[in-house]
């Protein structure tokens, strides 16, 4: 909901070449599912995979945030980093059966799962909503969207500074 109005109004990217671009970046998700599973299996610390990848993600909103008018290759850049690294679910999944009970795997991963889904359309409200507002108080398009890249970059840093201390499991 954001990247096509982002390098359309921004970026002044057609239609067709906006809707590439997404498809790029959706591309990356299911590369970087299998690349995450790897991962998984490989690293020594699965709190240290996801916490990289937070940072990575975090890092990626707010360079696009803050650059004064970066440009298309470099945003869709950081975008397609940025996408790839919030596929940390999947060691993120693996982390909760390893630190939840059996017999409370069920309501733990619902919870999680409803966490992770319900937050979507939340994010996307507020991203909406900040860019209206940006929009009503006269700023720019562009530095309605960098204010929108802003909050989403704080939104997930403060979900990481929560999971950071959940107790690691490594594999």
């Known amino acids: 909901l954001w990247g096509g109005p982002y390098f359309q109004q921004v970026h002044m990217v057609s239609t067709e070449n906006a809707g ?40 990626c909103l707010w360079a696009v945030a803050l650059l004064p008018h970066p440009g298309l290759y470099l945003a869709a850049g950081l975008f397609l980093v940025m996408v790839f690294c919030q596929n940390f679910y999947i060691p993120l999944m693996a982390h909760l059966r390893k630190i939840v009970p059996a017999s409370s795997m069920g309501r733990a991963s619902t919870l999680l799962l409803f966490v992770a889904v319900s937050g979507i359309p939340i994010m996307q409200t507020l991203f909406g909503a900040i860019i209206d507002l940006m929009l009503h108080l006269n700023f720019t398009k562009e530095q309605a969207f960098r204010a929108a890249f802003a909050y989403m970059g704080l939104a997930i840093l403060l979900s990481g500074l929560v999971y950071s201390r959940a107790q690691d499991a490594n594999n």
Not at 48 to 54: C, D, E, G
Request: aromatic share 16%.
């Open 20 to 59: 590439a671009l997404l498809f790029l970046l959706f591309g990356s998700t299911t590369v970087a599912a299998l690349i995450y599973g790897f991962l998984d299996r490989s690293v020594r610390s699965r709190k240290f995979l996801i916490t990289l990848s937070v940072w990575i993600s975090v890092v």
